[in-house]
């Protein structure tokens, strides 16, 4: 009994000595409102539903028909009425941009939102290379969600050529 005791105790203390990790169903929200004189909205959620992945869900308004540009942004900053005071793309690993899906890209590439006719877009997707948390290298807590002009191309490096930012929000 007495050796159980200590191997649990040990357990516990090598546990504790991994290191910071995400807690899973962390969640963080961002409330996005418009700048450079849009009239895009939304919210969105980030949960963390593993080790690795990071559930995003949300709903926008307000934008014109078709793919926008969408990411997370290295400053929680969205001070500026262009939304400019929130920096690059959250990008800790120093890739080149890319798609949401691709191994090596910004933490913060998210692709697109997909806007209907009603300037109305949804988002619920899973995305790796970042966590629900403030401590760790790669957490989104603190920094800024942009929605863009344009669509993303999910190639042009280090903007996705997705043109202005039109709305803005801190992830918190």
Do not use: W
């Not at 700048?35 to 919210?43: D, E, I, M, P, Y």
């Not at 540009?69 to 400053?75: L, M, P, S």
Request: proline fraction near 5%; aromatic fraction near 4%.
């Amino acid at each position: 009994m007495k050796r159980l005791i200590i191997t649990a105790a040990l357990a516990g203390i090598a546990a504790g000595c991994a290191g910071p990790a995400a807690r899973q169903d962390a969640t963080a929200t961002a409330v996005l409102e418009p700048r450079s004189g849009s009239q895009v909205r939304g919210t969105v959620t980030f949960t963390q539903a593993g080790p690795d992945i990071v559930r995003v869900s949300g709903s926008f308004s307000g934008h014109t028909k078709g793919p926008k540009g969408f990411h997370i942004h290295e400053k929680g900053d969205c001070s500026d009425a262009k939304g400019m005071s929130t920096g690059g793309h959250f990008n800790p690993r120093g890739h080149k941009h890319s798609g949401p899906y691709e191994s090596a890209k910004h933490a913060g590439d998210l692709g697109n939102l997909n806007f209907n006719d009603q300037g109305t877009a949804t988002i619920n997707m899973v995305v790796g290379g970042i966590s629900v948390s403030r401590d760790k290298p790669d957490g989104i807590i603190g920094r800024a969600v942009i929605v863009h002009m344009d669509a993303d191309d999910l190639k042009t490096d280090p903007t996705g050529n997705a043109g202005g930012r039109v709305a803005c929000g801190v992830i918190r």
